[in-house]
């Protein structure tokens, strides 16, 4: 996927803010920018107690690593100890769906799994940009942390103070252009930006489409996100041995995450249309036959390199048994039987 850049330092920007958006545009990342930690504590305290909420009311479900890592999270020098600013990027994947439309065919991924593992492709190319702008000016001995999913920071949150988009109803990142399609990496870097927050205008206006297609009813109201009742939160974050039975939360024929409440959203709809014919192919096997008969071995062989490598074998067995009970496909009785990611 060719995408152009338009992303480039813009005028007044401190001589170290300037250099890094510069070098994230050469680098290929659609947007970048930074933002002082003490200028925006006052802004961002306000996504902490929205965080605190959230927690309180149980939304986080299963995943109890945010619980445990709430601190760190409100604070991103317990993070790294000299973080003064943060500067982050956004990297855009795939919009062509991945996987089959039509159940009768076959399962559905989310489309950030199409490639490799996107936490060290997004890391390694972060760390690029800065090491360049290290070494083209030495005197300021830069150091930093880069941060892609795996630590406790708060990327969106970070992204949006750095004027990267605004947080939509659907809780994600939503960039004017780009829409939501995209990575998020963060930088904690020991050098001030001199960069108050600068977030970007929310456009969702009286747009409810994510909130009123989400199958589950995951949102219990614009811009908090129940992931008891999330589909992706069930197939990647639920480690329990089955998925929910009432017909409320079915999480249909989507084996790894979804993406509705990204695919109604009319920020991605002229990627989505734009790209639907590109070449890029399908990351992962979608069909019936090739998921029922893949092994446990296969399994492991096939994910190593990619972000459905945090879907353990045995998860995996459970999402696609229950998304083969879910699909309308003239899939035998038996054949669903077997449906899973057989032991060797």
Request: net charge neutral.
């Amino acid at each position: 996927m060719a995408l152009p850049n338009t992303d480039a330092a813009k005028p007044g920007l401190s001589p170290l803010h300037a250099a890094l958006r510069e070098a994230a545009a050469r680098s290929g990342f659609i947007a970048s920018g930074g933002v002082d930690i003490s200028l925006a504590s006052a802004v961002f305290s306000e996504h902490v107690d929205r965080l605190d909420r959230w927690l309180e009311k149980g939304y986080h479900g299963t995943m109890e690593w945010i619980r445990r890592g709430r601190d760190r999270r409100a604070d991103p020098t317990q993070v790294f100890q000299d973080a003064q600013s943060i500067f982050c990027v956004l990297l855009p994947y795939s919009a062509k769906p991945h996987g089959r439309l039509d159940p009768n065919e076959g399962v559905r991924y989310a489309r950030y799994l199409k490639g490799s593992d996107y936490h060290e492709d997004v890391a390694a190319k972060l760390n690029r940009v800065l090491t360049e702008v290290a070494e083209a000016q030495p005197d300021l001995k830069l150091q930093w942390k880069t941060c892609v999913d795996t630590s406790a920071v708060l990327e969106r949150s970070w992204a949006y103070l750095a004027g990267l988009g605004w947080i939509g109803k659907n809780t994600l990142l939503i960039h004017p252009k780009w829409g939501s399609y995209h990575f998020i990496g963060a930088a904690l870097l020991n050098h001030a930006l001199d960069q108050a927050p600068n977030p970007m205008p929310n456009w969702c206006g009286s747009c409810e489409r994510c909130l009123k297609q989400c199958p589950t009813n995951a949102f219990p109201q614009a811009g908090i996100l129940d992931s008891n009742r999330c589909i992706s939160a069930l197939t990647l974050e639920n480690r329990s041995e089955t998925l929910p039975t009432q017909p409320e939360l079915s999480t249909g024929t989507w084996v790894a995450g979804c993406d509705i409440c990204q695919e109604v959203c009319p920020f991605n709809l002229k990627r989505s249309r734009s790209e639907m014919n590109d070449s890029i192919p399908d990351f992962h096997p979608s069909d019936w036959k090739t998921l029922m008969e893949e092994t446990e071995a296969d399994y492991r062989v096939r994910v190593k390199n990619s972000a459905l490598a945090r879907v353990k074998p045995q998860q995996f067995k459970r999402n696609l048994e229950a998304a083969a009970r879910n699909s309308q496909s003239q899939v035998s009785i038996e054949e669903k039987n077997h449906a899973s990611v057989k032991s060797e």
